[in-house]
């Protein structure tokens, strides 16, 4: 008898005990949870100093740190919120898909206009749910300088040019693009730009009118850019295989020099060879009439979750990291991030970083149209959720389809599914 | 009387054992089911704490579902493709193998080692042969055979072949095994008969061997066919589902219907479809397959 007691002693407090280690987003009183990532470059060095540092600045808050298991984070937050383990702090998520459910809460507005040089930059219907520290261009055309002088060629301004260029080029046995088509992200890169520069140009407030149902992917403005990227696919400036390419493969192709151009976000400044770096250069997808437009996303640190129970720890620890310029100097040379941070110049941050770094963030501080460069917006420009999949299965597809009014139509089916 | 109390003690402990396989049967494969059913008929989101009942709506929508329609197709020609594959290879393999030198014994470990293996692991193996820079193109290219590189993971047809031949040279390993088995079943008698009549190699094969290791194909083929239909690590790793979702696996693209586009209540029905279709077309090659089965 008393051996049963025992055992269904033991039964309860084990199932007590499992209840209290899933339940709750706290891992303790004053703990709070908060989810990171990891990666070459922001491992958990990295991750373990920013957060000591950014204590300091947040007496009294204790972090207990948990890692995605991959890059997805988004992926990995929406598992925990299912099984009731939303962290406190949610490190580079996607604001939209969060704060839409209600489970993000907005920074202070005046907190953000005093520390940021966009402070909008990011933001949901005018709130900011994670802080706009950096921002990327997406994408913006690499070149190798080498491989652009052995064909006589200088970088384009114009549509036109830039298919002369690819031309001369070709022309030269030199392959004009690489595409690392094999990772659909990589693969939707040329898509991305030429849809950015010539469509959200024209008209930013584009993916808006979308939402509204004003505009359609199928419309004959969209179907015209689309037909520029099958252009550059029929006139054979792709390698025939890249849907073969992986995308690590084809950064090591292009800085290897077996192709001229690159479409990629500017996190590929962390990629440039550093004992070759003056040999690349860069610049916007060319458009039309010249004039230059920049696909800009802007990134940030953490989001707060609306669940915390220390909501004024999770705020002053959150503040804390993302005003470190510590904390940006990783990833400004290793993932070609353009720091945010107002009031401060590139030797705050103690950085190290090439020309052709130089001067792509000069197109972020310059006056030029930005645009939200699509599929990567994390503000009111962002897609709705799957369609980012969709626009690079498309991007895919048009490797080796001609379709173009057939792939814009299942774009807008995806988008009306995912919307209603 | 000690025999009575020592049989009713095993009795016990028997009883206590099955208790715990089938509580943890219960806790996790039925619960799971359950809630999976209960989930497939609601909108359920995991963002959202609630979720409202949606009646038939997601087993209606895979009328209309074209990506599902796709995913399908690709899945069932793949299991058909790579199970009758891993299946004639299995058997090849299980013939050549059937010795007991310690040679045939180390071969016999080698043909299994693929089955043993994480799929994680075989993909990026797979991966580095089969890329556009890869072992495979730049042995091509070495030997003459030809000039460019294949994209065999870069076009819809190709990559289906190359995932075909990956999930067929693992599953290889266990369809031989199982082979073996069955082979060592066979008495050795009917071949002397059978040598004795006067009977070829082919006839041999064709009216002592195929029918008795009938019951091992039984397993085997439908092994290899669940094993198919519910595929998802390999291709994740070798194709991600591309190019163009041509290789995407219904379980990749119910993982992407409840973690990308948030949509747990759709993605159980369609896993709820899959649970249907794959135990009803188990059922349907078991009992085909048993027919065909002879004892001695």
């Known amino acids: ?420 | 009387m000690r025999t009575r109390k020592s049989r009713a003690s095993r009795d016990n402990g028997l009883f206590a054992m099955a208790a715990v396989a089938f509580g943890l049967y219960l806790c996790f494969l039925v619960l799971p089911l359950l809630l999976s059913l209960k989930s497939s008929f609601t909108d359920e989101n995991p963002l959202r704490s609630t979720s409202g009942f949606v009646g038939l709506d997601n087993y209606g929508e895979m009328i209309h579902d074209d990506q599902l329609h796709a995913s399908l197709g690709f899945t069932l020609i793949l299991a058909v493709g790579v199970t009758i594959a891993a299946n004639a290879i299995g058997i090849a393999f299980a013939m050549m193998l059937n010795r007991t030198t310690l040679s045939y014994r180390v071969m016999r470990t080698i043909a299994f080692l693929p089955q043993v293996l994480s799929g994680v692991i075989v993909g990026f193996v797979w991966q580095t042969i089969l890329t556009q820079q890869g072992l495979l193109n730049v042995t091509l290219q070495r030997i003459g055979l030809i000039d460019s590189p294949i994209a065999w993971l870069g076009s819809p047809n190709l990559a289906l072949l190359s995932i075909g031949v990956v999930v067929t040279w693992i599953l290889t390993g266990f369809t031989t095994v199982v082979y073996l088995a069955a082979l060592q079943g066979v008495p050795v008698e009917l071949y002397d008969s059978a040598a004795i009549d006067g009977a070829t190699t082919w006839q041999r094969f064709a009216r002592i061997t195929f029918p008795l290791i009938a019951p091992g194909m039984t397993i085997s083929v439908t092994i290899s066919l669940i094993t198919v239909l519910k595929l998802y690590d390999v291709i994740t790793v070798l194709t991600g589902g591309g190019p163009a979702n041509s290789t995407r696996s219904t379980a990749l693209y119910i993982v992407k219907l409840a973690f990308t586009d948030n949509r747990f209540g759709y993605a159980s029905a369609v896993a709820m479809l899959v649970l249907a279709m794959s135990a009803a077309i188990a059922l349907s090659v078991t009992s085909l397959l048993r027919r065909r089965e002879v004892n001695f």
């Open chain 1, 1 to 420: 008898m008393i051996r049963r007691t025992m055992l269904a002693a033991c039964v309860v407090g084990a199932l007590a005990l499992t209840t209290a280690c899933t339940n709750g987003s706290t891992g303790g009183t004053g703990t709070l949870t908060y989810m990171t990532f990891e990666t070459p470059s922001l491992n958990s060095t990295f991750w373990n100093d920013s957060i000591a540092a950014a204590v300091k600045d947040a007496p009294g808050v204790k972090i207990n740190r948990i890692t995605s298991p991959s890059t997805d984070r988004d992926g990995y937050a929406k598992q925990l919120q299912a099984s009731g383990q939303f962290p406190d702090l949610l490190q580079s998520i996607t604001p939209s898909t969060f704060a839409g459910a209600g489970l993000l809460v907005p920074y202070d507005q005046a907190w953000v206009d005093a520390n940021f040089l966009l402070p909008q930059g990011n933001a949901l219907k005018g709130k900011v749910y994670i802080p706009p520290t950096n921002s990327q261009i997406i994408p913006e055309v690499f070149y190798n300088k080498e491989l652009f002088a052995k064909a006589g060629v200088e970088p384009p301004k114009t549509w036109a040019d830039f298919l002369t260029v690819c031309e001369k080029l070709k022309a030269a046995g030199i392959t004009p693009m690489e595409l690392g088509g094999g990772d659909p992200f990589a693969a939707s890169m040329p898509l991305v730009g030429i849809l950015s520069a010539d469509v959200l140009g024209k008209n930013p407030q584009w993916l808006q009118e979308r939402y509204a149902g004003k505009v359609k992917f199928s419309d004959a403005n969209v179907i015209a850019a689309v037909e520029k990227y099958r252009k550059l696919v029929t006139s054979g400036y792709f390698d025939e295989g890249a849907l073969g390419v992986k995308y690590a493969d084809s950064i090591t192709q292009f800085t290897g020099g077996k192709a001229a151009m690159y479409m990629m976000g500017s996190w590929f400044l962390g990629s440039v060879p550093k004992d070759d770096a003056d040999n690349f250069g860069a610049f916007p997808v060319p458009t039309a009439d010249g004039s230059v437009v920049i696909p800009f996303a802007v990134g940030g640190s953490m989001a707060i979750s609306s669940k915390t129970k220390d909501l004024d720890g999770a705020t002053r620890f959150a503040q804390a990291w993302s005003l470190d310029p510590g904390n940006l100097k990783a990833l400004i040379e290793s993932d070609g991030a353009f720091p945010m941070l107002k009031g401060k110049t590139l030797d705050d941050y103690n950085v190290t970083v090439s020309q052709v770094f130089k001067d792509s963030f000069a197109y972020v501080t310059d006056k030029n149209t930005k645009v939200a460069a699509i599929g990567w917006a994390s503000n009111d420009d962002a897609m709705p959720p799957g369609l980012n999949d969709q626009l690079y299965a498309a991007s895919q597809a048009l490797f080796t389809s001609a379709d173009v009014k057939g792939e814009m139509a299942k774009l807008d089916a995806a988008w009306d599914t995912a919307t209603k």
